[in-house]
């Protein structure tokens, strides 16, 4: 049985910092694309930033700069290091494995941007 389990969400001030987690199981973790996504509320879900190696990574342009992805293929985990957090960056975090014939979805953490 798969399951993608994230942590580390939470309120944070704008200008703070959080990192989430993402534990994942039943899967050969290194061989998977691991991404994490993002979805406001009345928005679409959007790819925030996604790891296939150690050395390959994607960001959206909304938050380069800002976060950073990383993954431990030793600890089937992979990280969302993000700083200088803004209100527009409110939203359910969701932890995603993918593969060419395969995918998998976390159950997502909040992350709250406030003062």
């Known amino acids: 049985q798969v399951q993608l389990v994230e942590s580390g969400g939470g309120l944070v001030q704008p200008g703070g910092s959080l990192r989430l987690s993402c534990a994942a199981s039943g899967i050969t973790f290194s061989k998977y694309y691991m991404g994490w996504y993002r979805q406001a509320p009345g928005k679409q879900r959007e790819l925030v930033a996604g790891i296939i190696s150690g050395v390959t990574q994607n960001y959206a342009d909304s938050v380069k700069g800002r976060f950073t992805i990383s993954r431990d293929n030793a600890k089937n985990t992979v990280f969302l290091q993000m700083n200088s957090l803004k209100p527009e960056d409110t939203a359910v975090y969701y932890c995603?494995?993918?593969?060419?014939?395969?995918?998998?979805w976390g159950q997502g953490t909040q992350v709250t941007v406030s003062s």
């Open positions: 995603n494995a993918r593969q060419v014939g395969s995918g998998y």
